[in-house]
């Protein structure tokens, strides 16, 4: 694992000097991508800089109800104003990640990559990486504090997005006690914790809905109901009209079963490769099973995305998942 705190007091230095900033999340943004490209721009904003937020995928219809500092454009071309002097990656383990339009067009140098995942390697002129943090949001706050900001208002909520879903509400291993002193934080700021979740959690549409009953109703096991794999179809996409997004987090349900100890979830992806989301629990090690399939993420989360049918996926990495399980949780 290689830190990449160096950098971070140029990064200050160079967001309070200069101007004319394009933030990007990561395509299909979560809650951590989108909460964090809000709270760039929050911060921006209150030292009075020009900026743009711009991702591909836009703002998935589960996040609308965030607060943003300003329109999130989807095109390049059609971004206002001066272009861009620096591009902040936040969230994004890679730059394919931002999408490739955008990959295409920036120059590394011109890059501030902030982020948490275990696997980025730093592909910024400047480079903060916090594995530690349990969401980029947290870094987001420090960044913010250190700026000379509170915590309050739409910013709070933005930073509270990320951390409420990047840590499941507070209960993966992720979550420090420093996450906790946030999340308190942020409600002395405002943030009004039930309702907010409300909307977050309790705000599905009826399609989401059966689509997660057939997902999870067709649920395979492996290893002795030691690996449980989801299968996230276009088929079953395409009929309950939903969006790629309405199936995140369907995942962390193939881990209720206490016998389970990894889960995989799979879905095609427009380019018709597939990507899959891996979860583990105790200590693990699913970032390095995705490692081998060109993927990345965190010890007991990681995802990627990789060639063949969705029966090759699943016959490869339901191998390499029995490969690191051993005896592990066998009774
Ligand atoms: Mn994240």
Known sequence: ???????????????????DFLVAGHVNPDGDA???????????????????????????????????PSQVYTKLVEL??????????????????????????????????????????????????????????????KLA??????????????????????????????????????AAELMEGGVKVGDFNDQVENSWSWGKYRLWLDILGDTRT??????????????????????????????NFAMRPASVQAALSMRMTESGLIKFSLRSKKNLDVQAVAAKFNGGGHRNAAAGVTAGSMDEVEASLVAALENVLGDLGRV
């Open 34 to 68: 989108v909460g964090s490209m809000a709270a760039m721009g929050y911060i921006l904003a209150a030292l009075g800089k020009r900026f743009n937020l711009y991702n591909p995928s836009g703002i998935p219809d589960n996040y609308v109800f965030l607060s943003m």
């Open 145 to 182: 504090k250190d700026l000379g900001l509170t915590l309050t208002g739409t910013l709070a909520e933005a930073v509270y997005l990320c951390i409420v879903l990047d840590t499941g509400h507070f209960s993966f291993a992720s979550t420090k006690a420093s996450t906790l002193m946030l």
């Open 80 to 141: 206002p104003g001066p272009s861009p002097n620096w591009y902040i990656f936040v969230d994004c383990g890679s730059m394919s990640r931002s999408g490739e339009e955008l990959e295409e067009a920036v120059n590394p140098v011109d890059i501030i990559n902030i982020d948490h995942h275990v696997a980025n390697r730093g592909y910024g002129r400047f480079n903060w990486i916090d594995p530690e943090a349990a969401a980029t949001g947290e870094m987001m706050a």
């Open 1 to 19: 694992m290689i830190a990449y705190n160096k950098d971070y007091p140029d990064i200050v230095r160079l967001i309070k000097a200069e101007n």
């Open 222 to 251: 492996y290893s002795e109901g030691r690996i449980s794999v989801l299968r996230i179809t276009k088929e079953l996409m395409d009929r309950h009209k939903v969006q790629i997004q309405d199936s995140d987090g369907i995942i």
